[in-house]
């Protein structure tokens, strides 16, 4: 298959950026859409131009370092999966295939496709944990746990911090991420005790970094590689009324 | 060189806690006066950093990722195992110790063995309170499964993201570390040397992959985890980044290297699918539990798996292996499966590979079980093959997946660089020549968690520590060093990138030290490498700055650490002259086929010492000795 791509370059966080205008010839359909980056790649460096920057790691869908604007969608087309999950099938011979990094101010771009997500791992900080340490606590079995709540909370802790519901906000929203951390934790008995604090200071940080609100326009659903439901930032919602009257 | 196991002496069943008797502590009001680097964020280095800011000492944490989170022990699927015998199917500390030791056919060392399964049971006890969403049953207590290697049901998992679930609850625990201030966490930093001052480990270099610039950090103690050298072989089931620079370069400062030649085929990978591939895409090994292996009976047969009939199918596990059947251990079921592609049974495009079925299973448990159990995994396979499993069986094959080898350690986790500590996949311990499923994430806790935090605290209370500071005409060298290298790999400006060289390192590495070895392909690799070598210091050609967020940059100098290591590995597998484990030398084969060890003459541990750049590696022997479990043939049958 061949392709035309229009990939986003950006020297550095100060450089402007523009569309560069690429092609590439006889990629299989089987093949990843970060092995056709690769591919695109290799030509560069040959040509002794640099290549595109972009982060990866896992190349399965697990890591979240992956992620980018593909043809107007977060992650590429398609429903359920990251970027390295992408296969050049689902596109049409000849296609026009645009990319971009994640667009919203707190991930601000440092190369190319790469941007700075840490706003992220600083909500984290502020509360998205339980205070267990190590050795002080109780043994497995002794807290039971209602089937059905702990896979409501394994499907919120799927989330994988990639950052694309995030970029597909019209408000640059972070709350389907930090919804899935609080409904993850407060649907277990472990994270009931800390609830308040943590809905709280997650919330509060989230504001600090710049993320907006939601408007419910579910475009964080639909574009979750993870398939996270929305009904979790209505558990957010919940939580943190609730933090707020008590 | 001399190595001291440290070993401590007693009944097997008390070592442990005499042994932690006997360390040395350090007085609470002291410990945040000392500094410990640890490399890695994965579960070993993010449990290690967690447990000890809450100790109170000062720690820095350093990843090349942007965030701890990214760290491959992210992707481990299966589960991790415990013998809390909540199957009430006879399982006990005991038990896991002898499946483990005999996994690794006899080639761990037993006291490291026997600690590691009994504080396997404390890790799930941690990760629940951490909010660990572990898979659960109709009462709400946790489910387990069984998996390779075992004949009980000692596995916990959440889903087919156990891997992932676990490292987010240690990556939490760091979290409210970092938010404490007991933990400094430096994003995007490569560890590209450690400082020694006097002998002692004091201190790192790192590159700051974004501004270029080289950086050094002074510390009482260097933690290593940095995970394993499975990328060695170019294709594998690793992610992109997983290198061996770090312990490879620390090896070159003097820590022996343990079993390098030890490394872990899986079983369960989808196949090859062309020459673009960059990785390879790892099955968890529990689909084994419900689907059923098989090749067709008949030699190239082309008809679809569904117009086979079932007598006209070869369960070969089932037949060869009665008793553990589908769940024989990793390197077993690899070998197998390359043997029969090897006679002309493999089936798919390209004859590599052999079929994963589970339509068994679906009839007896119906699809939503199968769904409930591995639903994530079936996604996958499907995304990547275009098939669903559902209906048609997976084609699976080999690829590497795990190396059990790493630097040498002691009983307390030190390298032979006092200061210099090893956990998790980085270092050899625990293992032997086969690393049983579902023991990786338990090991990477267990260092972490609940062995590092105690051994750690002996040294830094008993070490003496001259003032090293960055500003130290050592680190100074150090980062010179480093400096030059990075130079040195830009200002080549050959013809070949990096990526060609490492795909040719990792075609000889496969073809030579992989599934199979012998002599004769092993001299032929021992030639061949070092060739590459020298063409690659030669003619590399690297575009872009040094002092720039550079990729290629990054990968030219893991390669040239890999371009060095594979040299090694292969000398390992030449002078043991067995086959044990991940480890088979086609010379030494019982006449089924199987490993046939030679306990004789290589039951020990091989340490590798570093004489300099091509020249043969210096071999010091650390004996194995068993009290326990007594070697003999590893059967499954």
Redesign the interface.
Known sequence: MDFKLKIWRQK?REDKGRFVAYEVKN??P???F??ML??LN?E???K????V?F???????????CGMVIGGRMHGPGK??ATC?L?M?VFKDGDTIVVEPWRAKPFPV??DL?V???A??RI???G????????A?????A?????PY??E??DA??C??CGACVAACPNSSAMLFVAAKVS??AL?P??KIERTERVLRMIEQMDEEGFGNCSNSYACEAECPKKISVTHIARLNREFLRAEVT | MTLESKTPGGPIEKKWQTHRFNLKLVNPANKRKYTVIVVGTGLAGA?AA??LG?LGYNVLTFSY????????S??AQGGINAP?N?ANDGDSVYRLFYDTVKGGDYRAREANVYRLAEVS??I????????V??????????DNRSFGGAQVSRTFY??G?T???LL?GA???L??Q??AGTVK?F?RREMLDVVLVDGQARGIVVRDL?TGAIETYAANGVVLATGGYGNLFYLSTM???SNATAIWRAHKKGAAFGNPCFTQIHPTCIPQ??E????L??MSESLRNDGRIWVPKKKGDTRRPESIPEEERDYYLERIYPSFGNLVPRDVASRRAKEMCDNGFGVGPTGRAVYLDFADAINRLGKHVIEERYGNLF??YH??S?EDPYKVPMRIYPAVHYTMGGLWVDYNLMSTIPGLFVVGEANFSDHGANRLGASALMQGLADG??IL?YTIGDYLATAKFPPAKAEDPSFKQAQGEVEAMVKKLISIQGKR?A?EFYKELGRIMWEYVGMGRNKEGLQKALTMIPRLREEFWQDL?V??SAN??N??LEKAGRVADFLELGELVAHDALHREESCGGHFREEHQTEEGEAKRNDKEFSYVAAWEFAGVGKHPILNKEPLTFEYVKPSERSYK
């Open positions: 550095n990629i299989s089987d093949a990843s970060l092995e690769d591919v290799t560069l460096v040959k002794g131009e640099e290549p920057a982060d990866h790691d896992c190349r399965e869908g697990i890591c979240g370092s359920g999966s999950e296969r099938r440092i190369k790469v700075d997500r840490t992220l791992d984290m900080q502020a998205g944990y339980i205070s267990a340490k190590t050795g606590v109780p043994e497995a079995n807290i039971p746990v209602p089937k702990a896979e909370a394994m802790a799927a994988i911090g993850h934790l277990l472990q994270g | 449990s967690a447990s809450e990722h942007e965030s701890p989170r990214r760290a491959h992210i992707a809390k909540y049971g404390s799930i006890d941690q990760c629940v309170a951490q909010g969403p572990f898979a659960r049953d109709y009462s709400g207590y946790l959440a889903r993201q891997g992932q679930q987010l990556y939490s625990a979290s409210r970092i938010q966490f994003q974004v992610a992109k980044a699918s062309g673009y591939q960059s990785k895409t790892l996604d996958m995304e990547i275009a968690y609940f935090p990138t990526e050609k575009v872009g720039d967020l990729a290629e």
